[in-house]
């Protein structure tokens, strides 16, 4: 089965051909537009997915050497995201399916970041536990054999890539702050500041992140309104220490109680922030000390992209979850919660 995928739920413009030997191409536009805003602007990053879409579509077309009708169905995500983002890729994405007479899918874009860790490691089978980590989600889920996802929980304010991209920018480095922040923390000297990590009761499997990052900007005001032209680059690299180790001991303790909880043996961390390298060092060593295993899937699958959109709908036509949606998309905003 060949399937067409494309993804634009916020500012990467991204499609892909997948078939059942896994890519055969992943094209992704990052939109530099937002850059000088520090974060995205809905409005912009709708119009820049209208200029790349078809490009990026026949490019995916051409490097994985397909035609357009051999493709079997096309898949786009349809939520969460910004809605004028959304509606790019998927009235493009409905328009071609129709117009070929194909299936059409709409893929909800959390899923399909739980798919690319089967995508990226064909050996990792359900049961397992999937830590969604991005810019707009931080959830962990129970994924049962059958793929279905229960929410074992979730942030309750920022998610983890939210708060990377926030104190970032009150640290006047530049966006996203995921990929910045990491690079400064790698070359802090100790001591950095210990910064709160918060204690949601022994149960929760939730996570808050809001609290952390005013944390960090009520230290950072205790140095004067203009602490920004005295930080010194020393002290700025171990702020960002502070602030990392803090987010990934909640990562890390939250996804080690899913794991009891629910008896499984494998967790799979997927979203953008799941690219750090200390986080990756972290897990890697829990997974050795405390025996399970662990699964990163290759970093341009971390990120936004269409190839885990087209993977999702593939499995999901394979085993008849598709449904017959025709052009009608199905909305999908939350997950049942997990029941032991
Ligand atoms: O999955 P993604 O591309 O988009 C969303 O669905 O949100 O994730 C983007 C997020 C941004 O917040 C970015 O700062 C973060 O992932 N990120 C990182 C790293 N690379 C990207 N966070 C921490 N360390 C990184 N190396
Ligand atoms: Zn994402």
Redesign the pocket.
């Known amino acids: 089965m060949i399937v067409l995928g494309i993804e634009t739920?916020?500012?990467?413009t991204s499609a892909a051909v997948v078939d059942d030997s896994g890519v055969r191409s992943n094209i992704i536009y990052s939109q530099l537009v937002h850059k000088k805003y520090g974060g995205v602007v809905p409005e912009l990053a709708s119009r820049d997915h209208l200029r790349k879409i078809a490009q990026t579509v026949r490019q995916a077309l051409e490097e994985a050497g397909v035609a357009l009708g051999e493709i079997d169905a096309v898949a786009a995500t349809s939520l969460p995201?910004l809605t004028g983002a959304l509606l790019v890729g998927n009235s493009f994405g409905q328009g071609l399916a129709y117009s070929m007479g194909k299936r059409f899918v709409p893929v909800n874009?959390?899923e399909a970041?739980v798919h690319s860790a089967m995508l990226g490691d064909r050996l990792l089978t359900p049961p397992f536990v999937a830590l969604a980590?991005?810019?707009?989600?931080t959830s962990l889920f129970y994924v049962g054999a059958d793929l279905r996802l229960s929410l074992l929980g979730q942030t309750l304010d920022d998610?983890?890539?939210?708060?990377?991209?926030k104190v970032?920018k009150m640290l006047g480095l530049g966006?996203?702050?995921?990929?910045?922040?990491?690079?400064k923390a790698a070359e802090a000297q100790p001591p950095w500041p210990g910064f709160p990590v918060a204690e949601l009761g022994r149960d929760s499997l939730d996570f808050s992140f809001s609290g952390l990052k005013t944390a960090v900007l009520n230290s950072l005001l205790a140095r004067g309104s203009d602490y920004l032209e005295r930080l010194e680059e020393s002290d700025l690299r171990r702020f960002c220490r502070g602030f990392?180790e803090a987010?990934l001991e909640a990562l890390c303790r939250q996804s080690l109680k899913a794991l009891e909880v629910t008896g499984c043996s494998a967790l799979a961390v997927?979203?953008?922030?799941?690219?750090?390298?200390?986080?990756r060092a972290r897990l890697s060593d829990l997974a050795g000390r405390r025996g399970f295993r662990i699964c990163f899937p290759p970093?341009a699958l971390?990120?936004?992209?269409a190839a885990m959109v087209a993977w999702n709908a593939r499995s999901m036509l394979l085993d008849g979850t598709a449904g017959e949606m025709g052009l009608a998309v199905r909305a999908r905003s939350g997950w049942p919660r997990y029941t032991p």
């Open positions: 739920s916020c500012d990467e995201g874009h959390i970041h980590v991005s810019g707009g989600h998610a983890a890539g939210e708060a990377f991209d970032a966006y996203p702050g995921g990929p910045e922040i990491e690079k990392q987010v997927v979203g953008g922030v799941s690219i750090n390298r200390a986080l970093p971390c990120t936004d992209n």
